[in-house]
């Protein structure tokens, strides 16, 4: 069994989730039961079970704090090296509307998303097992997305070279860092002019569980 929600997560996860999926606690209650069950035999997460919320659930959800209006509106989003689902589990179950594709190299995590997927109800999510870089270059996945997610530690170069393949013209890698992790790359992502990059806002994940914002980048030649 995990803890309950802090105060400070319920309030961040209510100005996230959209009205319509009252079940959203439930899933996200389940989810974490068939995780850490999953993780008894197959690593999947060194997050114990006290930071599921904070930083699994409100991290994967942050996207909607930080662009309030960005999943107001039906969007295909691949999540890029999904290793255990996180965002894309948690923002299918708050987004019914939009669909994902989770990609990662190894079956295993992959048997777990799908599985998940299955056992929360999730009709708009369906994990392949593949290799970004090659998966990006292949129809139906080229060029098909509004948005990559990206919650992994890769530097943005390679981000950008495995990631902007999945891309249609308006597309736009959604990458999580830190405040550091963006100070660090920011002179290359400057220098690079085939891309065009915004930050959001920063902001603070609830419960001290470190401070966050979100890289946009697009590609500034969808030929490119």
């Known amino acids: 069994m995990i803890p309950p929600p802090s105060d400070a997560v319920t309030a961040f996860l209510h100005a996230c989730s959209p009205a319509d999926c009252p079940d959203f606690m439930g899933k996200m209650e389940?989810?974490?039961?068939?995780?850490y069950e999953a993780n008894k035999s197959f690593n999947l997460?060194?997050?114990?079970p006290d930071g599921f919320w904070s930083r699994h659930v409100s991290d994967s959800l942050s996207p909607a704090f930080a662009m309030p209006d960005y999943f107001r509106k039906p969007k295909r989003i691949c999540d890029l090296g999904c290793g255990a689902g996180f965002p894309s589990l948690v923002l299918a179950a708050a987004f019914p509307h939009c669909t994902f594709t989770p990609v990662d190299s190894t079956r295993k995590k992959v048997d777990f998303v799908n599985m998940a997927?299955?056992?929360l109800g999730l009709r708009n999510l369906k994990a392949v097992h593949a290799r970004g870089n090659e998966l990006g270059r292949k129809t139906p996945f080229r060029r098909a997305y509004d948005a990559v997610t990206v919650r992994a530690v890769a530097s943005a170069e390679i981000l950008i070279r495995e990631g902007t393949g999945f891309l249609n013209g308006t597309g736009r890698l959604l990458v999580y860092r830190t405040p550091q992790q963006y100070a660090e790359e920011r002179m290359f992502l400057e220098k690079n002019r085939k891309i065009c990059f915004e930050t959001t806002d920063i902001f603070s994940l609830p419960d001290d569980a470190g401070t966050r914002l979100?890289?946009?980048?697009?590609v500034?030649?969808?030929?490119?």
């Open 220 to 224: 500034t030649n969808s030929k490119a």
């Open 30 to 35: 389940l989810l974490a039961a068939l995780l």
């Open 214 to 218: 979100f890289l946009l980048i697009g």
């Open 45 to 48: 997460t060194a997050i114990k």
């Open 117 to 119: 997927a299955e056992k």
